[in-house]
């Protein structure tokens, strides 16, 4: 099956750790992204990456690092330096063309206590 | 990007039609309207999107008007399982940036 997935679905640090989220595509995508979800509001840009070995900050990016090693890939780290990291995190890919429609994973929901 | 003002909520019966409604005053003519939806704790998923023109796909139908100012989504028949946020998002031509709302709360009941 073609898809995204994000693993895994609920995930708890404690403060002051990082913590990397994984976000695996096989659709064959150029294009992946990272949002951020808090309760009850809609989805915000962390990070997104167009092609391999390049990325870019999307409107909160501060507190947040990502890799693009390979295609299939976008792995994303929450840093002590984020100041609430406590989200559903969303990940999604697209092709690079017109339409962009994007296809979204599962969510990481992060608990940081 | 455009902004989008959608109502904070609707309800419809099962096997209505559902139309949900979306201001967009401030749309260019490259940006397009997209509409996703997302069921409580799940990734959104892709619906519809347009430009000028109606659109209509298996899931939902777009009218968009003349003036290009506002859209309606169309969901012809409702089930209990379109129970969901709609998000209504306006995307600049060349971009990759969604930019969410707080979307519709579409509740159908039976």
């Known amino acids: 099956d073609g898809g995204i997935t994000q693993s895994p679905k609920y995930l708890f640090r404690k403060e002051g750790q990082n913590v990397t989220l994984s976000c695996e595509q096989n659709l064959n995508h150029d294009a992946m992204y990272w949002y951020r979800q808090d309760p009850g509001q809609g989805l915000r840009l962390i990070y997104y990456?167009?092609?391999?070995?390049?990325?870019q900050k999307g409107d909160i990016a501060e507190g947040y690092s990502v890799s693009r090693e390979k295609k299939e890939s976008f792995p994303l780290t929450v840093t002590s330096a984020q100041k609430n990291p406590t989200a559903f995190y969303l990940c999604?890919?697209?092709?690079?063309?017109?339409?962009?429609?994007?296809?979204f994973g599962p969510g990481t929901r992060l608990t940081v206590l | 990007d455009a902004k989008t003002t959608q109502p904070t909520s609707m309800d419809c019966a099962e096997g209505r039609a559902a139309n949900l409604p979306c201001n967009h005053s401030t749309i260019s003519g490259n940006e397009y309207v997209y509409w996703y939806r997302q069921i409580h704790s799940q990734g959104p998923q892709y619906i519809i999107h347009g430009l000028k023109n109606n659109e209509t796909n298996e899931m939902a139908s777009l009218i968009i008007t003349e003036d290009r100012k506002s859209s309606t989504l169309i969901l012809p028949h409702a089930t209990l399982r379109d129970t969901a946020v709609y998000y209504c998002i306006v995307r600049t031509s060349g971009t990759d940036k969604l930019i969410f709302g707080t979307g519709t709360r579409l509740q159908v009941f039976p």
């Open positions: 990456s167009q092609i391999v070995n390049d990325f």
């Open positions: 999604a890919s697209s092709r690079v063309d017109l339409t962009n429609e994007q296809f």
